[in-house]
């Protein structure tokens, strides 16, 4: 009986030492930017946090994007080694690293996904001063669904409370005006189209407008002018699962991969492969390379449905897992199998030469699916074999 309540005793006093401890870090930042929603949050992390150091804002950002990532307030990245499965604790851990160095901004990406650990990200981790929400999109639906309407009152979690909150999303702004009124939260709008197609085109690489939009606003309710904050958002690197376009000349072939696995889902792949088709118009042959996750099946279908009912390649080409359903589904859908081909478990490099041989005198790549299950090769392999930015 003594042991135990040794025990107890000691559990409440490390308990309360962690909740000093993680106070006085919150108290070290004085700017606390959480950025939630569906898709773009890394990228708008990013250029939120490099806006905020043009404007002479100490600031530091994680990322949980496709390469989780510290940036310090010279833009530095550092890597984020995961041991273990990721959990929302690594983000007391950022927080606590981040305060040693005393930054006046701290721009952080919720890593939450279920609706009851989005709260507690934001109420008793993160405890925001600023909110940022990028979009409503049917992504994760079986942690946050089923339905659209379930996922913006999940977002909505991380309202800060009696503070301020911008978003970029339209069709939900509505419901989540309503709630942030309940919380005492002031949720501004953005409209994207107050960034222009020349401030767009100053950028190295494809980046959203709805993106630079919201980080805009961003940095300027921090005080940093809209030029000053822009400046450095176009100097800033991209995240590693932000869309990019390689051009690569070989064989006298013209070969334009773009890589948007990063997207995920239907709604984000189709805005993606809309840019990407702007820019690479005309388009004389399609490949499609659809990768694929066990864990994401679902999606892998959705996606599938895309392909077939909008986006109209000349070649579907099946890479990651379970790649054989996906072929029987896309059969059963429409799919000419004389126009698919199947390689499931097929290394990057096979990959690669595969749809060399498919491809004309010039053709567009589009990949497509997770960044997962040999993804993140495939894109790399495309890269290494001479494609420049395009």
Not at 54 to 70: D, E, F, Q, S, V
Not at 200 to 220: G, K
Not at 298 to 303: A, E, I, K, N, V
Request: positive net charge.
């Amino acid at each position: 009986m003594i042991i135990i309540l040794f025990i107890t005793i000691f559990l409440i006093l490390l308990g309360w030492w962690e909740y000093r401890v993680h106070g006085r870090a919150l108290a070290a930042i004085p700017t606390r930017i959480h950025v939630n929603g569906s898709r773009g949050k890394s990228s708008v992390t990013r250029l939120i946090a490099a806006g905020l150091r043009a404007g002479g804002i100490r600031t530091i950002a994680k990322t949980t994007g496709t390469l989780p990532r510290i940036i310090d307030e010279h833009g530095l990245e550092i890597p984020i080694h995961r041991l273990r499965s990721p959990s929302i604790g690594e983000q007391i851990r950022a927080l606590r690293f981040a305060a040693r160095g005393h930054p006046q901004a701290l721009v952080v990406e919720c890593m939450a996904v279920k609706p009851q650990f989005q709260w507690i990200s934001e109420q008793r981790m993160i405890r925001s001063t600023l909110g940022v929400f990028t979009n409503v999109r049917p992504d994760h639906l079986d942690e946050m669904g089923p339905t659209l309407t379930d996922v913006a009152l999940s977002l909505c979690n991380t309202l800060p409370q009696g503070r301020k909150a911008f978003t970029t999303e339209r069709v939900w702004f509505p419901l989540m005006e309503k709630t942030a009124r309940r919380m005492k939260t002031d949720l501004k709008a953005v409209k994207e189209d107050s960034v222009s197609p020349e401030e767009i085109a100053r950028f190295r690489y494809p980046e959203h407008q709805d993106n630079v939009a919201l980080a805009l606003a961003i940095c300027q309710a921090c005080g940093v002018e809209r030029q000053t904050a822009l400046g450095g958002m176009v100097k800033a690197y991209p995240d590693p699962g932000a869309l990019q376009i390689f051009h690569i000349l070989e064989d006298n072939r013209d070969l334009y991969f773009v890589n948007a696995l990063a997207a995920n889902d239907p709604d984000s792949t189709w805005v993606v492969w809309g840019k990407a088709r702007d820019l690479l118009s005309p388009i004389e042959n399609l490949i499609v390379i659809l990768n694929s996750r066990s864990d994401r099946f679902g999606r892998s279908l959705q996606l599938l449905s895309l392909v077939w009912e909008r986006i109209r390649p000349d070649w579907l080409v099946l890479t990651g897992e379970r790649t054989r359903a996906i072929w029987r589904r896309a059969l059963r859908q429409g799919f000419s199998p004389d126009r698919m081909v199947n390689l499931g478990g097929a290394l990057a490099g096979e990959v690669y030469r595969k749809v060399k041989a498919l491809s004309g005198p010039k053709v567009v790549v589009l990949a497509i699916g997770n960044m997962g299950a040999g993804g993140r090769q495939l894109a790399a392999c495309f890269k290494e074999h001479g494609g420049q930015q395009a």
